[in-house]
T-cell receptor
């Protein structure tokens, strides 16, 4: 089945220690998104790639970076995680932007010690 | 700017009860409207969508009708099950506008056996 895969499902890191979360998709979609979701809140868009074009949200901290080496993979790098970065991180894809359905992965829950 | 407002939860119902979760939106153009569902510990799944006025989206016994005159997209189900317990997000996405989905804050639904 075509799908969006996130690894790992749970990630534990230490305060200030860089961490990378990964996302892959078999849908061959053009757009990939990263969201941060904290408890009992809606997902918050961090950034997205439309093909190779990177689009950062204005309020996304510099601590968060992303890479998309090819169509199938996208990575979220947190350079120096703080306690406030503990959250669920959701990857999503869509065929094209604007008005299109987004397909979400299962998420990676990040714990910062 | 565009926004989505949905009823606050939690909503607690008994099994086989009728469900309505209200959702209204503001948009400058003609958005697509979505309901996403998030089960505990999981990512978001598309439940249903509607792309133009008077369209009805339906899936798994859930329905929602795109009402342009009242700018609403209320979610309904005639007989809920315990397995419907989840968080439900109403959302919109507007073609040509920032490549984003705008989510409501989510409504947590508890179904009691």
């Amino acid at each position: 089945d075509a799908m969006v895969i996130q690894n790992p499902r749970y990630q534990v890191t230490q305060f200030g220690k860089p961490v990378t979360l990964s996302c892959s998709q078999t849908l061959n979609h053009n757009v990939m998104y990263w969201y941060q979701q904290k408890s009992s809140q809606a997902p918050k868009l961090l950034f997205h790639y439309y093909d190779k074009d990177f689009n950062n949200e204005a309020d996304t901290p510099d601590n968060f970076q992303s890479r998309r080496p090819n169509t199938s993979f996208c990575f979220l790098d947190i350079r120096s995680p703080g306690l406030g970065d503990a959250a669920m991180y959701l990857c999503a894809t869509s065929r094209d932007p604007s008005g299109e359905t987004q397909y979400f992965g299962p998420g990676t829950r990040l714990l910062v010690l | 700017g565009d926004s989505v407002t949905q009823m606050e939860g939690p909503v607690t119902l008994s099994e086989e009860a009728f469900l309505t979760i209200n959702c209204t939106y503001t948009a400058t153009g003609y958005p697509s409207l979505f309901w996403y569902v998030q089960y505990p510990g999981e990512g978001l799944q598309l439940l249903l969508k509607a792309t133009k006025a008077d369209d009805k989206g339906s899936n798994k016994g859930f329905e929602a009708t795109y009402r342009k005159e009242t700018t609403s997209f209320h979610l309904e189900k005639g007989s809920v099950q315990v397995s419907d317990s989840a968080v439900y997000f109403c959302a919109l996405s507007e073609r040509g506008r920032d490549d984003k989905i705008i989510f409501g804050k989510g409504t947590r639904l508890h179904i009691l056996p």
